[in-house]
């Protein structure tokens, strides 16, 4: 018995894709001694043993063939109010570094904007479709707390609302005495 054949046609699934919202993320390589680079939404973890994570890049870019031959990238996450970044590295453009701070000896290249960064050695590359699926190793990892991940919904970038935060921040202000009968204790934000 032979499979379905698909009937979903690109716009289709264009629109309902763009229900999922993502992270948004700049895939670093260096290659040839030059640094490279791109927007990405399709990231994700995938082990924890080994600790391994994917990404899927567009077999057409100046990217992929940068990570396909270094062997190495970084998945800079990046945060609200980060949108210009998105943008930046989006487009095509000949420096696409040009006036972007970076981790100080960072190769392949970590953006020092970046909420967490994940540097890894490829592991494997799959063939999916008009991409590639690199595989990653992680070979370091870090975060930076405080800040709210960029998103993408809809073809529209978003934020996360922090409802813990934003709560804290409104009870800054409170007399908690007059909330919980603690007495007059004053809560701050530290």
């Known amino acids: 018995m032979s499979a379905p054949r698909a009937t979903v046609d690109e716009l289709a699934f264009r629109e309902a894709i763009a229900h999922f919202a993502t992270g948004v993320t700049v895939v670093t390589t260096t290659f040839d001694g030059r640094p ?12 924890v043993d080994p600790i391994l994570l994917l990404v899927c890049i567009d077999n057409r870019l100046p990217t992929h063939r940068a990570i396909d031959g270094s062997r190495s990238f970084a998945v800079n996450v990046l945060g609200e109010g980060d949108e210009g970044l998105a943008h930046r590295f989006a487009r095509p453009a000949e420096d696409k570094f040009a006036g972007v701070e970076l981790v100080e000896r960072s190769d392949p290249p970590v953006l020092a904007r ?50 813990q935060a934003e709560f804290l921040d409104e009870a800054a202000g409170w ?11 004053h809560v701050r934000p530290q």
Do not use: K, N, W
């Open 175 to 185: 007399d908690a005495g007059s909330v919980g009968g603690l007495g007059h204790v």
């Open 114 to 163: 970046a909420i967490a960064s994940f540097v890894c050695e490829v592991q494997e590359r799959v063939p999916g479709g008009d991409h590639s699926i690199f595989v990653g190793r992680v070979l370091s990892c870090a975060a930076t707390p405080g800040r709210r991940p960029l998103l993408y919904f809809r073809s529209s970038f978003g934020a996360l609302r922090d409802r």
């Open 36 to 47: 490279a680079g791109m927007t990405a939404s399709a990231v994700c973890s995938l082990s």
